[in-house]
């Protein structure tokens, strides 16, 4: 199993921010804990359909030395649609 990060490119609020992805909910739950992100970071179903933490570039750095693995565009979605929960996000 792996933790996975795409590049910071999204700007928000004066930072750069990322996604911070794993093969599985513990394992993405226990490497967040381990980097001190704050739970209000994590989206998850309903409110999308695959679970992930929204970081900072900082945060992102944090977690490449960690062992998170980098993934470009293209991979990130990969592992989005690969850990998506079925009919988890529920459209209002």
Known sequence: MAVYVDAAIWNYAGRRWCHLLADDMDELHRFAAQLGIKGS????????????YDITGFERDRAVRLGAVECSREEIVAVFRRVRVKNGKQRT
């Open 41 to 52: 970071s994590y989206q998850g179903p309903p409110k999308t359909s695959a679970p992930h």
